[in-house]
């Protein structure tokens, strides 16, 4: 039973435009949340979080939202580059057993 | 630029033998993890350890897997004896603090394949 879904495997955007990368959960005890993006044949390496206390963070080009009502978040690009071109996993605190819980990533692929 | 150095890189074996994976933690990391990635449950948090002690290790098939930190610069895992569906992408991380609540930094992986 996925606690935390990432209900695309894939995304395609161009150069420039916005990528939008979806992430929703299920256990109301999550309180901390995280993205991390992977490339091929390297370990995931961490790119923003977010407070449950919060319902957004901004760094750079990259922004967090989280909406507890609906237990959904996302994560915004913009704009998009090519560099950016990697798996995007959401990953969930629970603040109970103190476990990070990830999704199954979402690949993005983003085309000039 | 401090990183979490896992060995070997990829290990091919077959079934039946032992494996050990070996990660070295960024200096002055007080918590590890072990990690194995799969397509179909994407990162599966195998155990974790916080300054040296084990915490949890709900997640591992406790006949076959085995997980420790001898010293603060070394973790393993082994499994024996190893199975076809143990085969996956293993990723140690390392981390701060006395809860989940900083990053993890992860290693490159040990990509495993038992035949």
């Known amino acids: 039973d996925q606690q935390v879904k990432q209900n695309s495997p894939s995304l395609s955007v161009q150069e420039g435009r916005i990528s939008i990368l979806n992430c929703d959960y299920t256990?109301?005890?999550?309180?901390?949340f995280l993205w991390y993006k992977k490339y091929p044949a390297e370990g995931p390496t961490f790119l923003i979080s977010?407070?449950?206390?919060?319902d957004k963070n901004e760094d750079g080009r990259f922004t967090v939202f989280l909406n507890k009502s609906a237990k959904h978040l996302s994560l915004h690009i913009v704009p998009s580059q090519p560099g950016d071109s990697a798996v995007y996993f959401c990953?969930?605190?629970?603040?109970?057993?103190?476990?990070?819980?990830f999704g199954t990533g979402t690949r993005l692929q983003v085309f000039p | 630029d401090a990183r979490v150095t896992q060995t070997p890189r990829h290990k091919v074996t077959e079934m039946g033998q032992e494996v050990t994976m070996r990660c070295q933690p960024i200096?002055?990391?007080?918590?590890v993890f072990w990690y194995r990635q799969t397509m179909m449950q994407g990162l599966e948090l195998l155990a974790y350890f916080r300054n040296r002690a084990p915490l949890d290790d709900s997640g591992m098939p406790k006949d076959r897997f085995s997980a420790e930190m001898p010293d603060a610069t070394l973790a393993t895992l082994k499994i024996q004896p190893s199975e076809p569906r143990d085969s996956a992408v293993y990723f140690c991380?390392?981390?701060?603090?006395?809860?989940?609540?900083?990053?993890?930094?992860f290693g490159d992986g040990t990509r495993l394949s038992i035949l």
């Open positions: 200096l002055g990391h007080n918590t």
């Open positions: 256990n109301s005890m999550f309180d901390y």
């Open positions: 977010i407070s449950s206390i919060k």
């Open positions: 990953a969930a605190r629970d603040y109970n057993t103190d476990k990070l819980i």
């Open positions: 991380a390392s981390g701060l603090g006395d809860r989940v609540n900083q990053p993890q930094h």
